[in-house]
């Protein structure tokens, strides 16, 4: 196994007590390129996430995503970035673990699919189709500064309380009976 193979498995398994659990996962989503006021609210989201233990998930570029990989970094976090093209090096500074698809828009389904909540950040027509994959498979979206409207999206009023909401909306994702909330397969 390869080098950045072995930093993926050991950002996504914590071992506890002989048990191997794997690692909470939160996307960030959010335009490509952003205000100053909006890249200091993703840094704000990241360094939440972090600070909780969680793994961050974005799409790797600039502009939000960048801003949340940066706080999350600065809080001694671990960020992926699921990259839309075929080459690593276009992920920014602030990404670990750089994964490359080649996808084009396509990759968006993979951030969704790699999160168990996702947090959307103002944004455009990507954050859009991002937010809509999440809420027709089930990932809980909570919406900060976003125009888009939806009675299943969560509202957050700032940084903090988007983080708080995220991790709230994973452990009620939970049924007491050990089972799951149930996702589409679409």
């Known amino acids: 196994m390869d080098e950045d193979a072995h930093r993926a498995r050991r950002a996504l398994l ?21 205000s100053r006021q909006i890249y200091q609210l993703a840094e704000r989201v990241g360094e939440g996430i972090a600070r909780r233990g969680a793994i961050l998930i974005c799409g790797g570029l600039g502009g939000v995503m960048e801003g949340a990989c940066k706080g999350a970094k600065t809080a001694g976090g671990t960020t992926v970035g699921i ?3 075929a080459r690593p090096d276009d992920a920014n500074a602030y990404v670990d ?19 168990q ?14 937010i809509a994959f999440s809420l027709q498979l089930g990932v809980p979206v909570i919406g900060i500064n976003t125009t888009y409207t939806d009675r299943q999206m969560i509202r ?10 995220a991790f709230a909306s994973i452990a009620g994702s939970s049924r007491a009976d050990g089972s799951s909330r149930t996702r589409s397969t679409a």
């Open 14 to 34: 914590i071992s506890h007590d002989g048990l191997v659990m794997r690692s909470t996962r939160i996307g960030v989503i959010g335009s490509a390129q952003c």
């Open 83 to 85: 990259l839309p093209g």
């Open 97 to 115: 673990i750089p994964v490359a698809t080649g996808l084009s828009l396509a990759r968006n389904l993979l951030v969704v699919r790699s999160s």
């Open 117 to 130: 909540a996702v947090i959307a950040i103002e944004g455009g027509y990507g954050t859009l189709s991002e």
């Open 156 to 165: 957050a009023s700032d940084a903090e309380d988007a983080v708080e909401r």
